[in-house]
């Protein structure tokens, strides 16, 4: 490296010329993976420049992140993999990423030198991190929360993560004039299953049917009901679409026979596989059944599991057991484009991209199971499909269930792939596997580009009394025990209030009937009375227009503006927070109340109280549609019985946009707003 000196008016400058060919005079900063590195203007000031110099084949890791970038190269050659595309620069071109673009650069045979320019741009992240909410909103939104397991009943753990947010994520997006089917329904086979079925005397089948039931009333409970179900037993059509998907993975050579040492249990002459199985997760040592390791996630394979013993504790042998997988390390580059895109949540962003660090591995979708779709390949007459190649098919058969409701019936591999809904899923952690692995996996292979879930909402666990739910040891609080018509309102948005969205929630008996007492039977109740009373002082059917104002009036229509702007945000976010929007209800009853104990208690002369009371009528009514808009996604029933007291239907989200200070507005015929 050399120094060069030049004039700048009257000071003499100091100058190192880099010369990144020559590594030996370059001087790096650091080298990393093949990569020498030279930072002249460090990260910190307005602008950051580093030379690169990348050694054949060398690669960076794929991110994204604030600043704008600009890339340069120099000599040599360059692979960009930038979001869903891959560009190839050459010397002298040169290449801009936007905020959060998520971009590697993988060096030519030649090798490359390269100079990156970034600098941060407000206005440029602003419009990265607000456009992504608008896309796909013009398309019919398809939600599918995981399917249930029909070993047993719902319990409250179920209904606080995918099934009752499904509802909410539904109602929200139907305020907004969406389109809107959500996909519930029981698994199809799962050992699980087998396992409830032999333990209560009863056919797999008839078990499942009967807990699939117990499951519906659950729903209808919840008022979670669903405009698309699936339930265990497949169809003729059910069964055809599994084979047509596996017929495909066939054609992409994604399918593979491959031999094991299975446990296997000498006493009954039968492999133990999955569920009928347990012992040491190889990933982390927890204790885990042969599907999926509920400590972290992982997809564990029976066959390595460590210390495998049944149901009952007893050690098993292992015996050679030749079964079919799917193979997902082809998929690598479409799964790394899945993880690339921006609107994942951190969740899934990392547990991809830690299967894809680590290698993906082959899914077992085979086993020899009493129950299933048989396998149509000779050798394997006595197995079935596993649950693994029951995800995908689900998904399409949803896709024909909403063409059949739209009156154009189509087989899911004829309906053209810009009349596809977007696809959202919701699930608990402990499935993440298959989620974010098999189901973007499989539609990548079919070609489905369209269909990978654009919004995955991940929940983690809720608690009961610090201890986990549990079906088979009964601890649990079954939902068609506590809901019943009257009570399923304020257990839905407590429900909300305790989401476990990113971290571990506990539920506790005790503590959501202290907080039903205060808020629901209390604040809740005390306040819309309050608000019936300050619009009864002057309206009969018809509200009439304000009068008088006073600066409390104007502070309380203040309070409502603001609360609107929040449930409207809310609302429109790609990720709504609906614990933060039950606690902004809760403050805003309270503003309401004491806004209302205030109109009531102030004393003035006929006149001008007659003149402030319509003014307060207006302003509290006002108050109540925000309130009814804002609770529809989680209580129903209560903003709509507010809705049909001022003579409205079904909240919308356009609601907010209307004057409701000159608004014509006629009370029903008993006017009782959000009477319960």
């Known amino acids: 490296m050399a120094n060069r000196k030049f004039e700048s008016g009257n000071e003499m400058m100091c100058s190192q010329v880099i010369d990144l060919k020559n590594e030996t005079r370059a001087v790096p900063i650091s080298i990393e993976g093949g990569i020498v590195m030279h930072d002249p203007f460090p990260e910190g000031g307005d602008v950051s420049i580093r030379l690169l110099k990348l050694s054949p084949g060398a690669t960076t890791c794929r991110h994204n992140h604030t600043e704008v970038e600009f890339w340069t190269v120099i000599s040599g050659g360059v692979r960009i993999h930038l979001d869903e595309k891959t560009f190839l620069l050459l010397g002298g071109e040169s290449i801009r990423m936007d905020p959060l673009s998520r971009h590697k650069i993988e060096a030519l045979d030649s090798g490359a030198v390269m100079q990156t320019v970034w600098w941060h741009s407000r206005a440029a992240f602003e419009e990265a991190t607000s456009t992504n909410e608008a896309i796909g909103k013009s398309r019919p939104l398809l939600l599918v929360p995981a399917m249930l397991t029909p070993n047993g009943n719902m319990h409250i753990g179920h209904a606080s993560g995918p099934f009752l947010y499904a509802d909410v994520l539904r109602r929200i997006a139907e305020t907004g004039g969406r389109e809107v089917f959500v996909l519930q329904g029981t698994h199809g086979h799962l050992e699980h299953i087998a396992i409830a079925a032999d333990a209560a005397g009863l056919e797999y089948y008839q078990l499942a049917e009967k807990n699939t039931a117990s499951f519906q009333e659950a729903l209808h409970r919840l008022n979670a009901v669903s405009n698309i179900f699936l339930g265990t037993k497949p169809d003729r059509r059910g069964k055809a679409v599994v084979l047509e998907v596996f017929k495909r993975l066939c054609s992409k050579g994604l399918i593979a026979e491959r031999e094991h040492l299975v446990p296997y249990d000498v006493q009954s002459g039968r492999f133990k596989v999955d569920a009928f199985v347990h012992g040491k997760c190889p990933y982390c040592g927890g204790y885990s059944s042969g599907h999926e390791c509920e400590d972290c996630g992982a997809l564990v394979l029976d066959a390595e599991l460590q210390d495998p013993v049944d149901l009952d504790g ?51 979708i085979s086993n020899p199971n009493r129950e299933g779709i048989r396998i149509p390949i000779p050798g394997f007459e006595c197995q079935r499909f596993t649950i693994t190649m029951e995800h995908v098919p689900r998904h399409l058969l949803a896709l024909e269930t909403i063409r059949e409701k739209s009156g154009c019936p189509a087989f899911w591999y004829q309906i053209p792939r810009d009349e596809m809904p977007e696809l959202d899923i919701l699930f608990g952690a402990d499935n993440a596997f298959g989620r974010l692995l098999v189901i973007p996996g499989v539609l990548s292979a079919l070609d489905l580009h369209e269909m990978l879930p654009r919004r995955i909402f991940v929940n983690q666990m809720l608690t009961l009394e610090g201890k986990k739910f549990s079906t088979s040891r009964n601890h649990a609080i079954w939902v068609n025990d506590i809901a019943a018509e009257e009570t399923a309102e304020p257990l839905r948005f407590y429900l909300c209030r305790c989401r476990p969205d990113g971290s571990v929630e506990d539920f506790s008996m005790g503590a959501y009937e202290s907080w039903k007492r205060d808020f629901w039977d209390g604040r809740l109740s005390r306040s819309i009375a309050k608000a019936n009373e300050v619009i009864g002082r002057v309206a009969t059917d018809e509200l009439p227009c304000p009068g008088q104002w006073s600066a409390t009036d104007i502070a309380f229509l203040a309070d409502c503006r603001r609360f609107n702007a929040e449930v409207r945000a809310r609302f429109e976010a790609d990720y709504p927070d609906v614990r933060q929007l039950t606690r902004a209800i809760e403050a805003f009853v309270d503003a309401i109340d004491r806004y209302s104990c205030s109109v009531l208690q102030v004393p003035a002369a006929p006149k001008v109280k007659e003149a402030l009371a319509r003014t307060a009528a207006r302003a509290v009514t006002f108050a109540l549609v925000g309130l009814c808009v804002a609770t529809y996604p989680v209580v129903p029933d209560f903003a709509i019985s507010i809705a049909r007291s001022l003579g409205l239907e079904v909240p919308k989200l356009s609601w907010f946009d209307r004057d409701w200070m000159a608004e014509p507005v006629r009370l029903s015929a008993s006017h009782d707003a959000g009477g319960r």
């Not at 007893?314 to 015996?319: A, F, I, N, P």
């Not at 997988?325 to 830690?354: C, G, M, Q, T």
Request: proline share 8%; aromatic share 12%; net charge positive.
């Open 314 to 364: 007893r050690s098993l042998e292992r015996r050679p057991l030749k079964r079919l997988f799917l193979n997902l390390a082809p998929l690598h580059d479409a799964l790394e484009s899945f993880a690339s895109r921006n609107f994942l949540p951190i969740y899934a962003k990392l547990y991809v991209e830690s299967w894809l660090s680590r290698g993906l591995p082959a899914v077992c």
